[in-house]
Structure formats: C-alpha cells, structure tokens
C-alpha cells in the first residue's frame, strides 16, 4: 500500500516538474520571439528646430544670437520694433504706432509708442526713413546700445567709420547695404541709436534733423 502510494507522488511530481518545464520553454520562446523595442521616432520638425547651429544671414549682424532676432527692441540697420525702413506712414499711424506728426526739413517727424521707448521717426515720401532711439532696452544683435562705449562699438563693428556731426559731436557709422546704423556718442559713450536708409541716417546726424 505504501508503495503504490509512493508510486502515485512520485508520478504526480514527475508531472508537475514536467509542466514546469513546458511553461519555463513556452516563456522563453514567447521572449525571443518578442520583435525588440521600436526606436523612438524624431520628427523633421524637432530635427530642423533643435540644430546644433544656427545658420544666419549676412550683414553686420551676422554673428548675432538667435534668440535677438525674436526682441522686438532689437536694432538693425533696417528698422527697429515696428519701424521698419519703407513701412509706410500711413499704417503706422493707424496702428497708433506714430504720433505728433510735423514738417521736418523735407520730411515728415514723429513721435514713437511709449512701449519702445518713444523713438524719433522721420518719413519721406510717406514711408519710414530714420528711427532714433535712446532707449536703454534697445539693443543691436551684439548687445552695442545705449550706454555701450565707443570702443566697444568699434569692436563689435570694425568695417564702420567715425563721423562729425553739428557742435562736435561724434558718432560710429556702419553701413550695412542700402542701410546703416549710427551710434551717437558723448564722452565716449552711446547716448542714441539711429537706423534706416544710409544717406537719410547720415544726413539726421549731420545736419540734426530732416531726412
């Protein structure tokens, strides 16, 4: 009796152990069967956003960040904020951009919005010329601005040239295609921006007004 008992566990082990074997194989082919993880997937549009560099234009700010050319209060030769060298008069005015409007030596003055500072604008022939800031926030791609020194101007921009203007005063022009920048100075230091049309800008700073 005891044998046939010891007969019966041991059959019943040898199952048990047998259907452990099948479910261990049966895992272990389900596992290499398994297809391996798909790589995450880059879109074009991360690819093209997030670059190592940055490929920029020409010009005399060329080396300037990324992240200026998205300031509003970033100066380029051709315009700063919304006033952009051949903006015309006009829509600026009716954005509530330009107040104050006046007769200035051959061309028309106004005043800028306060939210920029409140730039000098001249137009000629209905559309945007000169803009003048002195703004402290306003700031060329390379960070030259109001209460930069003349020398760091000169460094950031070393194709311009120093220019004369009315009772001695002295600024740095840079000419940048038909566009050029000025940065007035006083004792060594920016005391105004002006940018737009090269011979326009030149001529404001000479003579102290007009376009």
């Known amino acids: 009796m005891r044998r046939s008992s010891l007969v019966v566990m041991t059959a019943v082990l040898a199952l048990t152990a047998l259907a452990g074997c099948s479910d261990d194989e049966e895992k272990a082919g389900n596992e290499a069967a398994a297809p391996p993880a798909a790589a995450p997937v880059v879109s074009d549009d991360v690819a093209e956003t997030a670059p190592p560099g940055i490929e920029r234009p020409g010009g005399i700010d060329a080396q300037a960040p990324s992240a200026g050319a998205l300031n509003p ?4 030769a051709g315009g700063f904020g919304p006033y952009q060298v051949d903006e015309p008069q006009a829509e600026l005015v009716d954005a509530g951009s330009v107040s104050g409007l006046k007769d200035a030596a051959g061309c028309t003055a106004a005043t800028g919005s306060v939210m920029f500072g409140k730039p000098d604008v001249y ?45 001695g005063a002295q600024a740095w022009q840079v000419v940048d295609g038909t566009n050029a920048l000025i940065f007035s100075t006083s004792a060594d230091k920016v005391t105004a921006v002006a940018g737009g049309l090269a011979a326009s800008v030149e001529k404001n700073f000479t003579s102290g007004t007009g376009c």
């Open 123 to 167: 137009f000629a022939q209905g559309k945007l010329a000169v803009f003048v800031t002195k703004s402290e926030n306003a700031r060329t791609g390379t960070g030259v601005g109001v209460g930069s020194t003349l020398a760091d101007a000169q460094a950031k921009y070393p194709s311009g040239k120093l220019l004369s203007g009315a009772g």
């Open 73 to 76: 209060f970033t100066i380029t």
